[in-house]
């Protein structure tokens, strides 16, 4: 098999504007994967009752499932359920009609909830109880102790995890394709389905990626260097 220079430099520049799908997507799925991922933190960290057994349960569940069966689960199975509910309230709405994106940012904010419970869990665990009774005995709330205190030093020891957990969310969107995102995946392999020279088209994404995934390496660097100084010393 001959490699096609041309068509794999065509394909690559005409599969830039899939890029700020892609970056889209992984900042929507982000932001639903912080806070929820905190929060199974916090709920498993303060053993909160029955609540922390379902929260441990959720993250083995989707842990323990490929990507592909939650894409499956989210982007088939969910929108037949929303619209029996639907029909059944006689509400005039079509689940069908929901962007393929919002589905995708979806389901990969909730897988990478789950990791980042994970890592929020132990860099919470890493810092010392003493840290929060001084909060309280200098007059702080647990909310102000958390803010000002905890977390701070969680996420320095945390960031270096974090940012594996989201340059492997970023790589994971390349399978939105299958659910018709036309992303960075989805715009090449339509291209290169009209002479079948997926090759080509492979390598375009690999590239794409390998640059993505740098710049997101960079800036995690850039913002753990600005939480050194909140980091735990012997």
């Known amino acids: 098999m001959n490699l096609d220079i041309s068509f794999a430099f065509e394909t690559l520049i005409q599969i830039i504007p899939g890029i700020p799908v892609t970056l889209g997507m992984a ?39 490929p990507v592909v069966v939650q894409i499956f689960l989210i982007y088939s199975a969910l929108p037949a359920i929303l619209n029996q509910m639907i029909e059944a309230n006689g509400w005039q709405l079509d689940a069908y009609s929901v962007p393929p994106v919002l589905y995708a940012i979806l389901v990969f904010g909730f ?6 419970s994970e890592i929020f869990r132990s860099a919470l665990l890493s810092v010392p109880k003493g840290q929060k009774e ?23 020891v945390a960031a270096p995890s974090m940012c594996t957990a989201s340059m492997n969310m ?31 088209a492979y390598l375009d994404i690999f590239v794409m990626y ?18 050194l100084h909140y980091k735990i010393t012997a």
């Open 170 to 200: 970023l790589k994971n969107t390349s399978l939105a394709y299958m659910m018709a995102v036309m992303d960075i995946t989805g715009r090449a392999k339509a291209l290169a389905g009209v002479g079948y020279q997926y090759l080509e």
């Open 134 to 156: 001084a909060a309280y005995t200098v007059g702080l709330n647990a909310f102000q102790a958390y803010r000002r205190i905890i977390i701070p030093q969680a996420l320095a």
């Open 111 to 116: 897988n990478t909830s789950t990791h980042l």
């Open 210 to 227: 390998l640059i993505l995934c740098l710049c997101v390496e960079k800036l995690f660097q850039i913002w753990e260097k600005r939480l």
């Open 27 to 65: 900042l929507g799925a982000l932001l639903i994967a912080v806070p929820l991922g905190f929060l199974l933190a916090l709920i498993r960290v303060n053993k909160i009752f029955i609540i922390d057994k379902l929260a441990a349960l959720y993250v083995s569940f989707v842990r323990g499932t």
